[in-house]
């Protein structure tokens, strides 16, 4: 069965960076368009930076210029490398894919865990 899985994630200083990676199970998938997402405690699941099948990415404005996401040349990578971290990023942070795997599908990944904190 084909997975997304997350990974990447960690305790870090405010000001420090983190790459999170989110890959598929299959290597003969292909991603088009995949988001992360973050979900703090207590809050409902947000959008914090997509990219789209032709390559165009967008990001919510409270990551603009800290977040960039991208996606490798195999298209079975997503990445979402983050800089200048602050307090208030801390969330568990969820890729969203659309895969060509014998078909269209959507998938979820299991999450992983920002913590930024002195």
């Known amino acids: 069965q084909v997975q997304l899985a997350e990974s990447g994630g960690g305790l870090v200083q405010p000001g420090g960076s983190l790459r999170l990676s989110c890959a598929v199970s299959?290597?003969?998938?292909?991603?088009?368009?995949a988001g992360w997402y973050r979900q703090a405690p207590g809050k409902q699941r947000e959008l914090v930076a997509e990219i789209t099948t032709g390559g165009t990415t967008s990001y919510v404005d409270f990551v603009k210029g800290r977040f960039t996401i991208s996606r490798d040349h195999g298209r079975t990578t997503v990445y979402l490398q983050m800089n200048s971290l602050k307090p208030e990023d801390t969330a568990m942070y969820y890729c969203?894919?659309?895969?060509?795997?014998?078909?269209?599908?959507?998938?979820w990944g299991q999450g992983t865990q920002v913590t930024v904190s002195s």
């Open positions: 299959e290597k003969i998938a292909s991603i088009t368009r």
């Open positions: 969203n894919a659309d895969l060509m795997y014998f078909g269209a599908r959507n998938l």
